[in-house]
Every structure is written in C-alpha cells, then in structure tokens.
C-alpha cells in the first residue's frame, strides 16, 4: 500500500509522483531562481537570514493555523494574540521584577503569556464544540477583544520594561542562525510529526473531511477541534513573545493584520480551507513563499502598496491553481 | 371534468445503461380524479415521477397533456404543460413568508417613480386570496419556519396550485404529518379535484389509498402490472399485484440457540419519533427492523449507538448497562453502527480507502498516540481480503470506488474494531446485486461467528430473507414480533404499512 497516502493523512490523486501534489514546491523553487537572477543582493547569506528570521514568527503560528483549518476551523484572532501576549509578558514583567528579580519575571511573564494564548484557544473550541458558536465568530470578537485588552494593560504605549539579555530571542543567533529560526524549525517538525503521525492528526483530518463520520466512527469531534485551537493560541504566544523580545517592548499595535498573513501561507500552502486536506509541509512552502516574495521585491524597490497588490494576487491565484489542477 | 386535463404516456422506457427503469410503460391518467401510483422501490415509481415532473427525460416514448404531445426537457417544460409537482421534501425558503414562497420566482413589479420594483402590495393580496380561494386558514405574512410541517405542506400545494395546474404530482406528501393533519390535507385534494386537477399520489399508507384515490395504478421491476377501480378493490389485491410471484435471495442462515442477549433494551424512547422500544438481541442472531420510511427503524439505532439521545430508556449491552451512549463509548463496548447514508454518516471523502477503513480503529493502529503503519496495513489488508474490495490501491481516495465497494469499506471499518453487536442501517441501499449478495453473505458469516447484528433495509425482501426475527416498527412502536419463516412477504409488507397482520 502506499505510505504516501497515509503518510499525509489524504489521498493522493494517483501513484507516484504527481506534479499536481507538487506543484507548490516547483513554484517556490522557480521563484527562487526567478530571485536570484533578478534582486540584487538576493542571495547573501544575510539577507536569506533575514528572510528566515523574518517568516519564523508568521510560520510559528502558521503550523497551529494550518491544523485549525484542515479540522475545519478558523481562527482570526491570532495577530491579537501576539499583540496581547507581548504586552502581558511586558506588563508582568514591570510588575514583578521588583518582587521576584529579572530571570523569574520573565518566565512567570512568558508562562502566563502562553497560559492565557491556551485559555483563548479552549474558550473558542468550547463554544465551538458545546454551544455551536462559528470559530469564525468567536475569533472575530477575540480579534477585537484581545488588542483592547493588549492596549489596556500597556495604557496604549510601548511598554519597555524588559531586562536587556530578553532582547537575545528575538536578535540574537546561534551559530549565526537566528533564534527565532530554532523554534520555527522545532515548531515545524513538531507539527509536522503531531499531523502525520499520531492518532490525534489523523482525527483532525477525519473530523475536517466529515464531522458526522467522524463522530460516528467515535471520534470525539469537539476535543479535537478545541485542542487545535489551544495548540495555536500556545503557538501564537511563543510568537509574540519572540516578536515583543525583537522589538524590545510590549505594544499594543504589533501584528495587525497577520492573521490575514497566517491564513494566506495556509491557503498557498495547499490547505482547503473547507478542512479535511492540507499539510504542514505544504505550510512551510507557503511561508517560504510569502517571505521570499515579500523580500525580493523590497530588494527590486518596488514599492510597498504595490507588495500588497502581488501578495493578494498570489493568494487567489495560489487557490485558482489548486482548483484547476483539483478539477483535471 | 375537461378532456385537456387528462396525461397520458406512450410506450415509455428509461433505461440508465443496462439497467432498465421503466419498460414500454402506456397508461392514461383520466383527468379530475386522484390516482394513486404504487410500487416497491425500484419499481420504476420514482422514475416515472421525475419524468412527469421533467426532472429527466425518457430513453423513449412520448407524454401526452390534454390530446397533445409534450416535450418535457426540464422542470420549467412541466410546469408549462400544466404539470405541478410537491415533492417529498418541502421545497419552501424557511424565512420567508407565505406570500413571498408562493410567488417565489415569479414575484410581481410594477414600476414607480422609474424605477421597477417587487409589488408587494399585490403579492399579499393575491396571496390570501389563493389562501382563502383553498380555503387554507393562515395569514399570508407568516414565516414559514413558525409553520408547522403540516401547515407547510398545506402551503406548498397552494403554492403548487397557483400555477393553476391541469395535473398535479404529490410525492408522500403525508409521509411527516401527524394524523389531524392528514385530514387537513385530504380536504385541499379533493378541492383541488373536483375543480377538474388530475391529481397523482404516491404513498406507501394502504389505509390512505383507499380514503382519498379513486384508481391505483401499480408497477413492479419497471414494468405497468396494472390499474384498478379502488371502489372494486381491496388492500390484499394491491399489495399481491405489487409483488406477484418471485424468487428470494438465498442466504444460509445460521441456526441459532438464544441464551443470554447480547444486547437488551427496555422502554426506549425519544420524543415524537419513537417510543417504548424494548427487544433483546442474542449472540448470532440477525434481527430485521422492518417499517416503512419514517417508521423510526433508523431513528431506534441511531440512540442506542449514542448518535441521538433517547429521552428514557434502558440499554444493556454485554451485561453492563450504558446511561448515557455515545459513538464512542458504545463502540469500546463492541457496538458497530454501519449508518444509512454512505456519503453523508460513514465515510470521509477526502481521505484514503485505507484511512477509512481504520477510521473508528485509531487507538488500535496508533499505541501511546503514535500511529504505525504497520498496524495500519495490517488491518486494511485484512479487510481487503476478507470483504473481497476491489481497490486497486488503499492509498486511493475513497470516493474513487464503486457504491458497493464503499458500503464494504464502511463495513470493515467497523470489523476491524471487532464488534460483538453491529447495527446494519439500509447497508444494500444504491449497490449492485453482486455487492448485495456480498453484503448477506457477510451478514450471515458474522452471525456464523456469534456476531449478533440487526438488519435494516427498505427493500423487505432482504429482511425477510436474511433474518433470524423481525420486529415491525409503525409511527414509532414495535408492532410485530415475527419469524419470518410463518409470514408471506406480501403479508409482511401489509404489515408494515397498515401496522396490524389482519389484512
């Protein structure tokens, strides 16, 4: 039998090697080249370093997005959440440093920060799973809620009130790779063996292709959801810590929009947004893409309204590629 | 009664391929009365409806409305022949209103101040006209959603009527009604009739026949076997033109010896659909559940798997008693619900025949959470084999088999979780007769091995033949308690519809 059916937790069109399965890599690739030949500068290693580190924080909670949505889900409220955990960790850390010293006021900061990302994620699986509320919803009132109370515990500025060696997760490299890029490749194969390999990824595929099977099967669909949803607001606060030490503050205003951003790596990434298909590999691609682009036309200087029609441009077009090849 | 009323169909054949649905089917409708069409399923019945209605065009033969041909390529030619159709399903736009339904599609402009837009003075107007012309008591502002199912239906014929039909179609309209509404709707035919509609009506109630039709029209295996003067007839005479003579299914069915059940249920309920259930279930047996659509045979297995919950009740599976079932915890307990709607309750459609068939097995192929293939593959091949599915690869996506091979795959899914009790729900419905055959036979090896099961199906003969017992269900209550081996099947099946043996 073939293990690459299983392997991905979705059927394979055909046997073998199918560009249609592939496509999204051999786009990727050709933009790479398409990079190399045409922004200048595209191919030193710090600027490929500077991509890396720049996508990790998107591709952090894109990893947790992409299990969200192929269980059949959304979550919108993520660029909140990275905004609200800075700024909790930012504010615990103004409150208890006094009282506890540095080391401890960040990892009781940082630990809170994650707690509360999870405790977002239980909240929206519950309505979700007990009271039949749309995640859609749910998560756009989170969307809103979360940056108030971001800007409520900052007083709606910039809160610098982290020790200096904090700034090191954000700016600083091992190996000269950047550490960011450790955690968004830990994040990576973490997701990556969770989907693929165990029996809760293979639920959250069933329960995304049909919930009704799923459920008959005795698969307990509203568990699976919700812990999709508390795995990504876990991810989105790792992501806002990583985004608050590489800025040096918490604020209130970071990260609008990257929902939006998360999404489309998601979606280019080969994920239906339908739920039941998709792949966390296919999710790293997306990322790659996004980032890349994003990079090589500031480096072309073309300008940044114009960066906004591509990046729009590319997620219908990803999508319209999908469907064509889907279709043939 | 008008001549131009009448519908009439020549020498009409569908056939879809090698399968023939309707054969050299002729027959006149005389026009102003009600006849009642009847037939098993795959009589042909259905067909002949969606042919009528336009929804699908014959292989051959003509359809005559009033003296002339008519051409009826799609549901719109229908309605310009004059043809009406309320189908089974209601077709109604729930948050609309009476009114605006009834002119869905079709709503009245008028142009005011240059600019056309929906006169909706009118619309309510002509709405209650239509309302108080049937004499139908609702306002016609009401949404349909605060209707009940019997007021709905009393809207879709007025809506249906507007049209002003020669011929109107009702599809089970009295299949969800309650019996005061039945009544109700009676009263809106033969309105409808003595102003000169020809009215054709189908329905499974025997008892319904005989107070509203005049004449019976009956097909079997897509062939006209003939139409009778109800007035001259009685049930026994419909329902043995509706079988005639025919040969079984041939099954081995297993000799059983009943000691202890398996599974026991004791005054099982749930509101409106079913109520006092009670029957035990003995390792090997095959139990039928026979009834008509909506008799709640479904409904019944569907709460004792835990897919529904029962208001009251008592469910002993395996000596322990379950207060509270769920899919899952009844499955831990070795029960195995095969659902009726392959598509829709069984199978995920975009993953592998392979996953699929260790869908309800995750703990078993994923020891500590990790999934091995290995185990996987075992299981998949296994069924594979012992089911006979013809997968070229497992790693294809399920929606890539045949009906048959699909129902296969549901089934070894719940195999591979070793069962003690499965419950099959329609598990025939949609296959070909070599994969219907494959089905018993796996029936009737599960019940060799002391699997105890319990077989639901809308094709009676099936029950009849594959069953160690069967329980007749009507309106939600077992009314029978039968061996099948001391019933006719024309006798069962008057059972199943009238809900009492004496015919």
């Known amino acids: 039998m073939s293990e690459a059916a299983t392997f991905h937790g979705q059927a394979r069109a055909r046997r073998g090697w199918s560009l249609r399965f592939y496509i999204m890599e051999v786009c990727l690739i050709a933009l790479i080249l398409a990079l190399f030949l045409l922004a200048p500068g595209f191919g030193s290693s710090a600027n490929l370093l500077n991509v890396f580190r720049s996508v990790s924080m998107l591709g952090i909670i894109a990893f947790g997005m992409t299990a969200v949505i192929i269980s059949g889900e959304i979550d919108l409220s993520v660029g909140s959440g990275v905004a609200l955990a800075g700024c909790f960790a930012a504010w615990a850390v103004e409150l208890l440093t006094p009282v506890t010293g540095d080391v401890a006021a960040v990892l009781l900061g940082a630990l809170g920060a994650v707690a509360i990302g999870m405790a977002c994620g239980l909240f ?25 109370a971001a800007n409520l515990l900052t007083d709606g500025f910039p809160l610098a009130s982290f020790p200096g060696w904090f700034g090191f997760f954000g700016n600083g490299s091992v190996y000269g790779i950047p550490f960011p890029v450790f955690v968004f490749v830990a994040v990576f194969a973490g997701m990556h063996f969770l989907m693929s390999h165990t029996a809760f990824g293979r639920a959250v595929y069933a329960v995304g292709g049909n919930a009704e099977a799923a459920r008959l099967s005795g698969i307990w669909v509203g568990g699976v959801k919700t812990m999709t949803f508390v795995i990504t607001g876990a991810l989105t606060a790792i992501s806002g810590l990583l985004i608050a030490s590489q800025i040096g503050s918490g604020t209130g205003s970071t990260a609008a929009g990257l929902e939006l951003d998360v999404i489309a790596a998601v979606i280019i990434g080969g994920t239906d947004l339908f739920g039941g298909r998709g792949r ?49 | 009664m008008t001549e131009a009323n009448s519908i009439e169909l020549r020498g009409v054949t569908k056939a879809y391929g090698e399968n023939i649905a309707l054969r050299n089917v002729s027959l006149c409708f005389a026009p102003g009365r009600v006849h009642a069409l009847m037939g098993k399923n795959g009589s042909g019945k259905s067909t002949l409806i969606e042919i009528l209605a336009g929804s699908i065009a014959p292989t ?30 209601l077709s109604l736009v729930p948050s609309l209103t009476i009114a605006e339904n009834i002119f869905l599609g079709r709503l009245p402009r008028r142009r005011r101040f240059g600019v056309t837009a929906v006169d909706w003075r009118r619309i309510r107007r002509e709405a209650a006209v239509l309302l108080a012309d049937m004499e139908v008591d609702l306002d016609a502002d009401q949404r349909v959603d605060c209707l009940t199912v019997g007021q709905q239906q009393a809207v879709e014929i007025v809506k249906a009527a507007a049209s002003n039909p020669k011929i109107l179609l009702l599809d089970e309209p009295t299949s969800a009604l309650a019996g005061h509404e039945v009544g109700q709707l009676f009263a809106l035919i033969r309105r409808l009739r003595d102003r000169g509609v020809t009215i054709i009506y189908i329905s499974h109630r025997m008892n319904e026949l005989f107070e509203i039709c005049d004449t019976c029209t009956v097909l079997r295996d897509g062939m006209l076997v003939g139409s009778v003067e109800l007035a001259q007839s009685n049930p026994a005479e419909i329902v043995s033109m509706m079988f005639g003579e025919r040969a079984t299914h041939r099954i081995n069915r297993s000799d059983l010896v009943r000691t202890t059940p398996v599974l026991s249920v004791e005054g099982l309920a749930r509101g409106g659909v079913f109520s006092d259930i009670s029957f035990a279930l003995y390792p090997g047996e095959v139990l039928g559940f026979a009834g008509m659509l909506g008799s709640g045979r479904t409904e019944v297995l569907r709460a004792i798997f835990g897919a529904d919950r029962p208001d009251r009740g008592r469910i ?36 592998s025949i392979s996953d699929n068939l260790v869908m309800a097995n995750l703990s078993r192929i994923a020891p500590g959470g990790i999934l091995r293939p290995r185990l996987q593959q075992g299981l998949v091949e296994r069924q594979i084999a012992n089911l006979q599915i013809k997968a070229a690869d497992p790693g294809l996506p399920v929606s890539s088999l045949s009906g048959g091979n699909q129902q296969k795959v549901v089934v070894g899914n719940w195999l591979n979780t070793g069962p003690r009790v499965i419950f099959f729900d329609e598990p025939t419905r949609g296959i070909d007769l070599a994969a219907k055959q494959q089905i018993f036979d796996i ?30 269900l009507h309106h939600g209550r077992i009314v029978g308690d039968i061996d099948p081996r001391h019933i006719s099947l024309s006798d069962l099946y008057s059972y199943c519809m009238k809900g009492t043996l004496n015919v």
């Open chain 2, 316 to 351: 002993v599976l395996r000596g322990q008693e379950v207060r509270n079932p769920t899919p899952r915890r009844m499955r831990d307990l070795g029960l195995a619900y095969t659902p009726e709607d392959r598509k829709h309750q069984s199978l995920v459609q975009t993953a």
């Open chain 2, 60 to 89: 051959l033969g003509e359809v005559w409305v009033g003296g002339r041909q008519v051409v009826l390529m799609g549901p719109g030619d229908a309605l310009a022949a004059g043809i009406a159709t309320v189908h089974q399903e």
């Open chain 1, 124 to 148: 929206t699986g519950t309505l979700r799973a007990q009271f039949n509320v749309p995640s859609f919803i749910t998560t756009l009132g989170l969307f809103t809620a979360l940056r108030g």
């Open chain 1, 280 to 328: 966390i590999t296919g999710t790293l691609i997306g990322v790659l893409f996004l980032g890349f682009i994003g990079n090589g036309m500031t480096l072309m200087n073309v300008s940044d309204y114009w960066q906004y029609v591509v990046r729009g441009g590319l997620i219908v077009g990803a999508l319209l590629l999908n469907q064509v090849l889907e279709r043939r």
């Open chain 2, 443 to 472: 029936v009737a090896a599960q019940s060799a091995a002391g699997v105890a099961s319990v077989f639901v199906s809308s094709e009676l003969e099936e029950v009849h033949s594959i069953a160690h017992r069967i329980l007749v």
